[in-house]
């Protein structure tokens, strides 16, 4: 492999050349990842009615059809990124996963929506893990937490781009053409991704690095022996459950409960997710950064602490009856504190191997994760809502939402055992170990 002379040396304190560059088309990637997964939630009541389908049914869409592959298959798919090129591997997702989300437009059956999800579930397992590893690469550990923060801004951002784009779309002409459109837009950014990004030189050549000791079997064998690791991630993946439940389900909720029109609740939501979540991503990888220089526990602890905050604040805002200026304020509060924890928690998971591995533990965590977030989350409040609907009528989302809310406490709980291990568990990056 041929080597960059400006590349910062593997460890370095310093920035490498161009990480601000590869770092935002990481987050562009990782904005039309999201794009993708929530412009399914605003089209929700359009696509019920011409597929003629039940809340339950359609939690599977969002839920079950994607995570089935999304979840396994991220583990091989960071395993070829350790092996190969990450950005190849990132650039290709992209277009797979964009490919399916244009087919989801011409959609005519339950079933083949559910084939052409599990589509986009595929591509989008070979986007997250191996990104992860990719700006492990271009930034130092002291940078690390804010540059992984940063990259997950394309949560927010993603959620609250599609959520807009959903709406004013399917207003404007239907909620196909809303798929389609989004999706070649995302063909169209793979080969300016392959373009602008490369991986940095490794210390061996690329074909070498998977040996023995990071083969994938290893490295799952060394991560089960870390309680800090199943901590986190269960704790991660019953988070994400209640998560992508609300992410799936709250345009619904406004729609039915509060009775907002397909563009008001687009406003409404798009609005809490791009402050809120923005506003949360950003202080927690500040803080993190800041605090897990004296205590790695902090790391753990940040998260935990706004968990057990968000649940209380989403039900308030939920149960009470309010005007929807001041459910709004209130919502800002749990919006902005249930996505603090990707970046402490992300880059945890980072320091639980050495670099060679990374993308191989990123996608073990997030196979995790993504098999209870999003496999059980939508789901479960479609059932639900269908459970409760004799009883509650259109509120029935509205309670199913709220009931899962315990999610979030269990969550909080579970992080700060972990933070009793993370120090024990912690793998320093060469630059900390010899400091």
Not at 318 to 340: K, R, V
């Amino acid at each position: 492999m041929s080597t960059s002379p400006s590349a910062a040396p593997v460890g370095s304190e310093q920035t490498a050349p161009r990480a601000n560059i590869v770092l935002g088309m990481l987050l562009l990637v990782y904005i039309f990842n999201f794009l993708d997964r929530q412009i399914l939630g605003i089209l929700a009541q359009p696509i019920k009615d011409d597929l003629n389908l039940t809340d339950e049914q359609f939690g599977y869409l969002g839920g079950t059809a994607f995570a089935i592959l999304y979840s396994v298959l991220g583990v091989p798919l960071s395993v070829l990124a350790d092996r190969t090129r990450r950005s190849w591997v990132i650039g290709g997702a992209l277009a797979f996963w964009s490919g399916f989300t244009a087919l989801c437009g011409t959609v005519t059956s339950f079933w083949q929506f559910f084939i052409y999800r599990m589509g986009v579930a595929i591509g989008e397992a070979g986007g997250v893990a191996p990104s992860h590893a990719l700006i492990s690469e271009y930034f130092p550990p002291s940078k690390r937490s804010r540059a992984l923060a940063i990259f997950s801004l394309g949560v927010p951002v993603g959620l609250a781009a599609g959520t807009l784009a959903g709406a004013y779309i399917a207003e404007l002409i239907d909620w196909r053409f809303a798929f389609i459109s989004m999706g070649l837009a995302g063909v169209a950014l793979a080969p300016i991704f392959l373009l602008l990004v490369r991986d940095l030189p490794r210390k061996e050549p690329v074909a070498k690095v998977q040996s023995s000791e990071n083969s994938m079997g290893n490295v799952l064998r060394l991560l089960s022996k870390k309680p800090s690791f199943w901590l986190m991630a269960v704790a991660a993946g019953l988070s994400s459950l209640t998560g992508y439940g609300l992410a799936l389900w709250t345009p619904s909720i406004m729609i039915r409960s509060y009775g907002l029109t397909l563009i008001e609740t687009g406003q409404f939501f798009a609005s809490l997710l791009l402050i809120g979540g923005a506003g949360g991503m950003i202080l927690g990888g500040w803080l993190a950064d800041k605090l897990g220089k004296s205590d790695v526990r902090w790391y753990l602890w940040l998260p935990a602490i706004a968990w057990l905050i968000t649940a209380p604040t989403f039900a308030a805002a939920f149960m009470l009856e309010l005007p929807l200026w001041a459910m709004w304020l209130i919502l800002l509060i749990p919006n902005g504190l249930n996505t603090l924890w990707l970046g402490p928690v992300l880059n945890s998971v980072q320091h639980l191997v050495k670099a060679s591995s990374r993308a191989t533990a990123s996608g073990a965590f997030l196979m995790i994760n993504n098999l209870i977030g999003l496999g059980i989350g939508p789901p479960l409040m479609g059932a639900l809502s269908d459970y409760f609907k004799s009883s509650y009528g259109d509120d029935s989302l509205r309670f199913a939402a709220v009931l899962c809310l315990i999610f979030y406490v269990i969550a909080g709980g579970l992080l700060i055992i972990g933070a009793r291990y993370i120090g024990r568990d912690w793998v320093a990056d060469e630059v900390e170990a010899t400091a």
